[in-house]
């Protein structure tokens, strides 16, 4: 079997299954929060504290929960290929799954980072930021997220990886968040690109695409069989 570079593409959808709520509910709040009062560094400027603690409140979440069989499955494929992981989502789900590359587009929820200097990173012990935490440079520390309106730091080593791609397969995603919905449109002529979504609403999507109406456990498990043949 000739082995493939293969990237995975993935966001909420995937994390669903391991029951965490995906980004935002039908009724457009996130955990009964308005995304602008919690996701946004005009939200930190203005409340701190409540911002402080929705993300401990999401941390707890995330590591009460457990990685699920689409996460597995993409361990199991590095059996076969290499597989790098690119992910929307914050929590760890991948890392505690196995998989040995994963690249966080949007931060990672385990880990804190200066509210001046967002190279500075710290990991968290525990499930919770105190307010009054702060950094070697003396600032509080915030969660380490990338929140609406800050610039994505890992875009071009994730665009850097999608156009090596032989194969993309995208995961849970709504492709409807910038710059991150660009990668499925930056692969090579020849990459073959699989998408996996049951509620997508799909157009406009790349030659050389197969959708797969799935959800992600059942989807990747389908992908991951047709690419170990």
Known sequence: MQKLK????TGAGISAESGLKTFRGDDGLWEGYRVEDVATPEAWNRN????QKFYNLR???CINAQPNAAHKALVD???????????QNIDDLH????STFVVHL???????????????????????IEMGKKC???SQLRPHVVWFGESVPKMVEAINLTKQADVLIVIGTSLQVYPAAQLVYETKETCK?????PNTDLFNLPKNTTVINENATSGVGMVVEILTK
């Open 48 to 51: 701190p504290e409540m911002v």
């Open 59 to 61: 941390r707890k979440q």
């Open 193 to 197: 690109k699989y998408v996996i979504d």
């Open 106 to 128: 949007h931060g990672e929820i385990r880990k804190a980072q200066s509210s001046i200097q967002p190279d500075l990173i710290y990991p968290i012990e525990g499930d919770t």
């Open 6 to 9: 293969i990237v995975a593409f």
């Open 77 to 87: 494929l590095e059996k076969y290929h290499e597989v790098k992981i690119i992910t």
């Open 95 to 98: 890392e505690r799954a196995g």
């Open 136 to 138: 070697s440079m003396g």
